[in-house]
């Protein structure tokens, strides 16, 4: 019910919440589609495939805070977190597929993670809203997850497409897009 405004046949950029063996939270973003009602994921080895496979569950976060998306992916969300969002809901894992796979990055493995929602914890009704300004930063998020398994060559066209994606900001964005273009650049500085 709740998903009945989402296609199916479409990859959506969500947050996950998992808690870890000692209850530490981790948010992370993640892409989620939905086949027959159920949560598909595709986890590549993480944190939080481990979490989910610790406790066969994870909660769904949906949010159009960019800024947000950003902090999850520098690690810097913390519990109150989970209450800005706009729609949480616990997922209970069904099944895990895991499938071999080669691409850029070299041979690995992917989990599937087919899940049921269980509980729709919190649901605000939001505008459904399009910004080319969130887009282009959620493309440099995705980018940025990979910049560790990235060589020379494909960091430095990242850091040029970051100081593409900046300019634009600095024009079109508003103030969490810059607050995020600002995070970014300052942890590619730690390289
Ligand atoms: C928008 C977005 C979507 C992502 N989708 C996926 C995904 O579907 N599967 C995946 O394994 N990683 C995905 N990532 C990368 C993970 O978020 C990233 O590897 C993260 O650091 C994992 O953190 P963890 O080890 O704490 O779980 C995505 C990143 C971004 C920014």
Known sequence: MIFEKMDSDTIYEVLISTRGADGNLNIKPFGMSLHEGNVVLKLYPNNTLFNIKKKGSFDLLFTYDVLMYTKSILGLLSEDSLESVDCRVSCKVMDFVVD????????????????????????????????????????????????????????????????????????????????????????????
């Open 100 to 191: 071999k796979v080669e691409d850029t990055y070299g041979k690995n493995i992917t989990t599937t993670i087919i899940a049921k929602p269980v509980n729709i914890i919190k649901n605000d009704l939001t505008m459904p809203l399009i910004s080319r300004a969130t887009n282009k930063i959620i493309e440099l998020l995705v980018d940025y997850s990979r910049y560790e398994y990235m060589d020379v060559d494909a960091q430095e066209k990242f850091i040029k497409k970051l100081e593409k994606t900046s300019d634009f900001i600095q024009k079109n964005g508003n103030k969490k897009h810059k607050q995020s273009i600002n995070l970014l650049k300052k942890e590619i500085r730690k390289y």
